[in-house]
C-alpha cells in the first residue's frame, strides 16, 4: 500500500517567457524525503502530419451520455535506457502527428447539437503538447513509492492547461511528457492534449488526458497501439481504425426494453458529499490476497479474479463508509460489450466507447452482515444481464431520455483494465513501462470509481493495483477492514 502527498513550495510563472520553472517537495514516504523542479515549455498544438477530412461527424448514443463528458489522465512511467540517444519528446511528437492522420478526429473540437446530441467537427486543430524537464531520476521516484498513484504533483506533471479541461470546443486530448536531460530521469504525459517531460537519468515519463466521449479503455488501448508502432518505424497502424459510430445510434424504432436501474431518477443523498477531505491509496492485490479473499467464499462456486475482488472492495468500502443501514448501495461494473454485439458486429478496428453500466444493489446491512458470496452473486448477475439487446435498449433509452447521468449515490464504480494492454505501451528503447494505467482513482467530481491496473510489484510479484479514493476517516477504517481479513485468511485464522 502507498499514500504519497506532495507539496508545492513554490511557483513562479513568468507570463512573458516561453518556459515556467516549479519547484516542488515531496514528505517523506519510508525512506526519502523527494524534492525537485518541473521546467515546463508553453503548449503546443500538434496537427496530423498530412491534410485530413474536414467534417462532422456525429458520436454514438453509448459516446455521448452525461456520464462519459469528463476526462480520463492515464500515465506512463519508462525507465532510462543508456545505450539509446534517441530523445523521447521527439520520437512521440512526431508519432503522434502521423498518428493523428488516422485517428483525425481526435484533432477536431466537439459541438452539441439538438437534443444534446455530441458530434465531432473534424477540424484539424491538433491535439495539446507539452514538452518539460524534471530534475529527478527514476530510481528516486521508484525510491519514494511514488511509481503508483496518487502520484506526487500530477497537476504538474499532467498540467491542466487553462480552458482545456472544457467539454466543448477544446482540444480532445492532451499529451505531456517529461524528461530530464542529464543522467536522471524522464517523464511523458499524453493526454488528447498532450505533455512530455524529461528526467534526469534519461528515462521519463508519458501521461495523457483523454475525453471519454470519444474512446473508451479498448479504443484508447488500439490508439496508443498505432501510436506505439508508428512510433517504432511502421508507416501504418497494423489494426486500421474505424469510426462507424452510426451503428451504435439507436433508430426511431429502438425501444427501451429492459429496467435500467443504473440511470434511476431518485435516489439517496451520496454517502460521499462534495466538500469531504479525500485521500487516495493504492492497494496492490497477488495471488495470495486473491487465495485469501477466496476463502471466504464456498468452494463450489465458481467465480473470476474479478469478482471475487469487487465483492470484496465493496463490502469493505461499504463498512469504511457506515451507511445508515437500510441506505440502498450500489456496485456498477464496467462491462465491455464488444463481443455481445453481432448485428452488425463490431470491427476490430472501432475505437468509440462499447459498454454497459449494469448496476448490484443492496442495502448496507445487507453487504456488511452477509455472507461474501452474497455480493459476489449480485455482480454476477448484473454481469450476465448484458446482452446485445440491453445494450440497444440503453441506447434507446440514452436518445429519448436526454442522456441522463448514472446514478452517484451509495455508488461505487469499477473498471478493469487488465485486458487493455496498457502496460505495454512500448515506443521502442525505452521497453515497456513499468506502470502503465491511469492517474488516480475516480473520476471528474465523482470520487467512487476504482479502475484495475496490472502491476507488478518490487518483489516481481505480477498482481492488480487498485486506487481508493474516501474520506481520511473512512480510509483508516477501510484499511482496517481490508488488513484485518486478509491477515486473518493468510494466517489460516479463517
Keep these: 500500500m502507498w499514500l504519497i502527498h506532495c507539496l508545492v513550495f513554490k511557483s513562479i510563472l513568468r507570463k512573458d517567457s516561453k518556459t515556467m520553472d516549479y519547484h516542488v517537495s515531496l514528505p517523506p514516504s519510508t525512506t526519502t524525503c523527494l524534492s525537485f523542479k518541473v521546467h515546463r515549455r508553453q503548449p503546443e498544438l500538434v496537427t496530423p502530419a498530412k ?46 502527428a502521423q498518428t493523428l492522420v488516422y485517428y483525425y478526429p481526435f484533432a477536431g473540437r466537439l459541438r452539441e447539437g439538438p437534443n444534446r446530441k455530441l ?24 525510491e519514494a513509492d511514488a511509481l503508483l498513484p496518487p502520484f506526487p504533483c500530477l497537476e504538474e506533471l499532467l498540467f491542466d492547461v487553462e480552458g482545456s479541461s472544457e467539454l466543448l470546443n477544446t482540444p480532445l486530448l492532451l499529451v505531456q511528457s517529461l524528461i530530464r536531460p542529464s543522467a536522471k530521469g524522464i517523464f511523458t504525459y499524453v493526454k488528447v492534449i498532450s505533455m512530455v517531460t524529461r528526467l534526469k537519468c534519461r528515462g521519463f515519463i508519458f501521461a495523457l488526458r483523454f475525453n471519454h466521449t470519444m474512446t473508451d479503455g479498448a479504443g484508447l488501448s488500439l490508439f496508443l497501439k498505432s501510436l506505439c508502432e508508428l512510433a517504432c518505424g511502421l508507416h501504418a497502424p497494423s489494426v486500421p481504425p474505424v469510426w462507424e459510430r452510426e451503428s451504435l445510434i439507436a433508430s426511431a424504432s429502438t425501444l427501451v426494453t429492459h429496467t435500467h436501474r443504473e440511470y434511476d431518477d431518485k435516489v439517496e443523498p451520496e454517502a460521499v458529499v462534495v466538500g469531504d477531505f479525500l485521500v487516495s491509496r493504492s492497494f496492490f492485490f497477488g495471488p495470495d490476497e486473491i487465495a485469501a479473499i477466496r476463502r471466504l467464499l464456498p468452494t463450489d462456486l465458481h467465480n473470476t479474479t474479478f469478482e471475487a475482488m469487487t465483492s470484496f472492495l465493496w463490502r469493505c468500502r461499504t463498512v469504511a463508509l457506515s451507511p445508515h443501514p437500510n441506505s440502498e448501495m450500489r456496485m456498477t461494473c464496467i462491462v465491455n ?70 446514478v452517484a449515490a451509495g455508488n461505487y464504480i469499477v473498471s478493469d483494465l487488465r485486458h487493455f494492454d496498457l502496460g505495454k505501451v512500448d515506443f521502442g528503447p525505452w521497453g515497456k513501462p513499468v506502470y502503465g494505467g491511469t492517474a488516480k482513482a475516480g473520476i471528474a467530481v465523482f470520487p467512487g470509481v476504482s479502475f484495475y491496473v496490472p502491476f507488478k510489484n518490487r518483489k516481481g510479484v505480477s498482481g492488480t493495483v487498485v486506487a481508493i479514493s474516501l474520506p481520511v476517516p473512512a480510509m483508516e477504517k477501510f484499511v482496517e477492514e481490508l488488513d484485518g481479513v486478509l491477515y486473518k485468511c493468510l494466517n489460516g485464522r479463517l
Design 337 to 406: 460489450s464488444r463481443s455481445k454485439l453481432s448485428n452488425p458486429p463490431i470491427p476490430s478496428g472501432y475505437y468509440g466507447n462499447v459498454f454497459a453500466i449494469p448496476v448490484a444493489i443492496a442495502t448496507a446491512k445487507d453487504l456488511m452482515e452477509k455472507p461474501l458470496e452474497f455480493p459476489l452473486r449480485l455482480i454476477q448477475e448484473a454481469k450476465k444481464s448484458v446482452t446485445e439487446d440491453y445494450i440497444r435498449s440503453m441506447m434507446a433509452l440514452m436518445a429519448t431520455r436526454g442522456r441522463p447521468m448514472f
Design 51 to 96: 491534410p485530413t477530412p474536414r467534417e462532422l461527424k456525429p458520436l454514438s448514443d453509448i459516446d455521448d451520455q452525461q456520464g462519459l463528458r469528463f476526462q480520463i489522465p492515464v500515465i506512463f512511467f519508462y525507465r532510462p535506457n543508456l545505450t539509446s540517444n534517441l530523445d523521447p519528446v521527439q520520437v512521440i511528437r512526431r508519432a503522434l
Design 119 to 142: 458530434s465531432v467537427d473534424c477540424t484539424g486543430e491538433g491535439v495539446l503538447f507539452i514538452e518539460a524537464d524534471a530534475d529527478v531520476t527514476f530510481a528516486e521516484l521508484e
